[in-house]
């Protein structure tokens, strides 16, 4: 099973409280799915709302279960930014 990291931004990283952790998922949402396992409060919430970059590349619409995550990877949790 592949391991790498997950990185928090903004909101996320605020829910989570901590800017990044480990994963050990096969798919994007195994990765997602030990997150919520792990940060069962406002993090759920949160993620309903982001997007996610794996490994720099948009998911996009995507269904996470089709996403392969790769060994020493990356997965960016980007909640919706105000601004511009």
């Known amino acids: 099973m592949p391991s790498g990291t ?4 903004a909101a996320a990283k605020a829910a ?3 800017a990044e ?3 050990a998922a096969d798919t994007l949402a ?5 997150a919520r396992d792990r940060h069962p409060g406002e993090l759920v919430n949160v993620l309903r709302r982001c997007s996610f ?3 720099g590349n948009p998911v996009g619409t995507r ?3 089709t996403v392969r995550l790769a060994e020493g990877g990356t ?6 930014f105000a601004g511009g």
Do not use: F
Not at 30 to 34: E, F, H, K, N
């Open 6 to 9: 997950i990185r928090y931004w």
């Open 16 to 18: 989570a409280g901590l």
């Open 21 to 23: 952790e480990p994963y």
């Open 30 to 34: 195994g990765a997602l799915d030990g």
């Open 53 to 55: 970059l794996v490994d």
């Open 63 to 65: 269904s996470h279960e």
């Open 75 to 80: 997965v960016e949790v980007l909640p919706p």
